[in-house]
């Protein structure tokens, strides 16, 4: 069983910056691949990026690709999302998930899930 509790968000300007934590109970939350995903109003939720146990393979969405970063501290059972050179069309509530093994880029493949925070940009 893992609980995550996602914070980081708020509300920043187009071109601005936000860095998402995801801090994760239990002692092992290096066997658990991570993942972000995101909803926005009326949409489904989406995939954002993913990393592997170990942090060293990482993968994004494409809309994210370039902008975004997740990285993990297994030392601190935290994952985090740098997001950089945000878009309105980033607005949305940023939900981080666990699976054990491998990492996926769809929901139906998480079996944990945090509360989300909300993430807001403004044009």
């Known amino acids: 069983q893992v609980q995550l509790v996602e914070s980081g968000g708020g ?15 239990g002692r092992t939350f290096s066997s658990y691949a991570m993942g972000w ?7 489904e939720r989406e995939f954002v990026a993913a990393i592997t146990m170990s942090g060293r393979n990482t993968h994004y969405a494409d809309s994210v690709n370039g902008r975004f970063t997740i990285s993990r501290d297994n030392a601190k059972n935290t994952v985090y999302l740098q997001m950089n050179s945000l878009k309105p069309e ?4 940023y939900y981080c998930a666990a699976r054990r093994n491998y ?3 769809y929901v139906g493949a998480y079996d944990y899930w945090g509360q989300g925070t909300q993430v ?3 044009s």
């Open 90 to 93: 980033d607005t949305a509530v």
């Open 37 to 43: 995903f995101r909803q926005a109003p009326g949409k």
């Open 11 to 25: 509300l920043v300007q187009a071109g601005g910056s936000l860095r998402l934590s995801c801090a994760a109970s």
């Open 120 to 122: 807001t940009v403004s």
């Open 103 to 105: 990492y996926a880029d």
